[in-house]
């Protein structure tokens, strides 16, 4: 079995990027600025309205991954830590294989749009264990979309979470 393939492999990966948000999520929250605020509201608001684009059935364009890249880093940003943002960052980017797959294998699984407006009030509550638990499940809800994929087609070919060369 490909160690990169596998859905235990998935679940290894996914609960270590989760120890990592835990760690940046809570002290954001509490200690996040005012700038840490504009920017976590000005990235909703853009992913919102590529979200509204969705909907609608029109093209997000080239920027969509970055765009929801950005309101997953804004979340974090506040705590301010460099090497906590370093990891989470390495971390992100090997997840966003994962979520970029989970969104073409099931769109209508979830609904991503509430998840992230509910990421988005917990933050500005300043209510830690909220955003965590809704943080948890919105990576999870992911987990179990491609974990069932992996589960299906064993031995996958060509799927891995290794930064490509």
Not at 156 to 161: E, K, L
């Amino acid at each position: 079995m490909d160690i990169h393939s596998s859905s235990q492999s998935t679940r290894v990966y996914l609960r270590l990027r989760q120890l990592i948000v835990d760690g940046a999520l809570g002290p954001a929250i509490k200690q996040g600025d005012v700038e840490w605020e504009r920017h976590l509201r000005a990235s909703f608001d853009l992913l919102q309205a590529q979200h509204a684009r969705l909907r609608q059935q029109l093209p997000v364009g080239e920027f969509a991954q970055q765009i929801h890249e950005d309101f997953h880093m804004a979340l974090v940003s506040g705590c301010n830590n460099p090497w906590t943002m370093r990891t989470y960052n390495i971390l992100y980017r090997g997840c966003e294989r994962y979520r970029s797959m989970a969104a073409r294998l099931e769109p209508q699984r979830r609904n991503v749009e509430l998840e992230h407006a509910g990421l988005m009030v917990a933050a500005l509550e300043r209510n830690v264990d909220e955003g965590k638990r809704r943080i948890r499940e919105h990576a999870m809800r992911t987990c179990e979309v491609i974990c069932d994929w992996l589960d299906a087609n064993p031995g996958a070919a060509g799927f891995s979470v290794e930064p490509a060369a």
